[in-house]
């Protein structure tokens, strides 16, 4: 089982703040994914980086894949109350679309 | 599209029942996955099926549980007999041959007391 660590598990910042989260894994998946999920709801896709190095930028969300292809980072720029909610990564297997998912980080942007 | 649609939003059963997840995909999705969350273990993948065939059941805990899909729009994950460990949110999600991500349903929270 390819496994996925996501850090930190809890982030609370000020609203205009940036903040960085953290995918890690020891294995090299096909692709990942990340995305938010808000309270009641399922989680929603935000991006998916395939490519070594590549970087997707989503409005004031940056994207970017290791280049070993076995990490990858989220970054948010100057955050909104309306960025809380549980970000999570998840790692595409080579064979199939079976997805593994991390631990997710719970971000909360205070007003 | 109504996007994955999973019935029923909330259940509360009493431990040994017989309790009964639905899930309809994105009309033209070819794969459909049942995942579980908690706080303790997150997502966890339960069982997921490619053009109605069951691919990869490892993640199905016990024997008590079991998966149907019998055609391309409708999947059923049963628990029977349920127990209160079972208590946790049971998400569907769907995905098409472009492999684009997951489209995940809005789950159903599982209270067994």
């Known amino acids: 089982t390819q496994l996925l660590e996501q850090s930190p598990q809890f982030l609370s910042i000020q609203e205009g703040e940036n903040l960085t989260v953290y995918c890690n894994s020891s294995s090299v998946f096909s692709s990942l994914q990340w995305y938010r999920q808000e309270p009641g709801e399922g989680p929603v896709l935000l991006v998916t980086v395939v490519t070594g190095g590549e970087v997707k930028k989503l409005k004031r969300l940056t994207f970017q894949f290791g280049d070993a292809r076995k990490d990858s980072s989220l970054h948010i720029t100057a955050a909104q109350p309306g960025d809380t909610g549980l970000y999570l990564c998840a790692g595409e297997e080579a064979a199939g679309n079976k997805l593994t998912f991390g631990g997710g980080t719970r971000v909360l942007v205070k007003p | 599209d109504a996007g994955v649609i999973q019935s029923p939003r909330h259940e509360v059963t009493e431990m040994g029942q017989e309790v009964t997840l639905r899930c309809k995909p994105i009309?033209?999705?070819?794969?459909l996955f049942w995942y579980r969350q908690t706080m303790m273990r997150g997502l966890e993948l339960l069982i997921y099926f490619n053009n109605n065939v069951p691919i990869d059941d490892s993640g199905m805990p016990e024997d008590r549980f079991s998966a149907k899909m019998p055609n391309a729009s409708f999947s059923t994950l049963k628990i029977q007999p349920s127990e209160p460990r079972d208590s946790a949110v049971y998400f569907c999600?769907?995905?098409?041959?472009?492999?684009?991500?997951?489209?995940f349903g809005s789950g159903t929270r599982l209270t067994v007391v």
């Open positions: 009309s033209g999705h070819n794969s």
């Open positions: 999600a769907s995905t098409g041959t472009d492999n684009y991500g997951y489209t």
